[in-house]
Nanobody, 120 residues
């Protein structure tokens, strides 16, 4: 089993910044990909950004140039630095990790979500 614990959400004014963190723990052999998704009220969950173990990144067009994803492989932790936040960034942000357990099984785990509210 893999547990993902997120932190860093909150209320911020438009133009402000937040940094989200997500730490994975459990019987992990390797994490292939980590990412952040978000879901706004009445909308489907969407990919915000992802990063592979080798450092390759992928971003939604709506956040390019404003958000930066990074990870610490030694700590099994992924970060999302969010700058120039807009009201439309308001959503619950979920961490996702995909990899291989020590048993050899593949896992695809989600965090519990952290709320981000961008409002004046």
């Amino acid at each position: 089993q893999v547990q993902l614990v997120e932190s860093g959400g909150g209320l911020v004014q438009p133009g402000g910044s937040l940094r989200l963190s997500c730490a994975a723990s459990g019987s992990i052999r390797s994490i292939i990909n980590m990412g952040w998704y978000r879901q706004a009220p009445g909308k489907q969950r969407e990919l915000v950004a992802s990063i592979t173990s080798g450092g390759s990144t992928n971003y939604a067009d709506s956040v390019k140039g404003r958000f930066t994803i990074s990870r610490d492989n030694a700590k099994n932790t992924v970060y999302l630095q969010m700058n120039s936040l807009k009201p439309e960034d308001t959503a619950v942000y979920y961490c996702n990790a995909r990899g291989v357990l020590r048993t050899g099984q593949i896992f695809d785990s989600w965090g519990q979500g952290t709320q981000v509210i961008v409002s004046s």
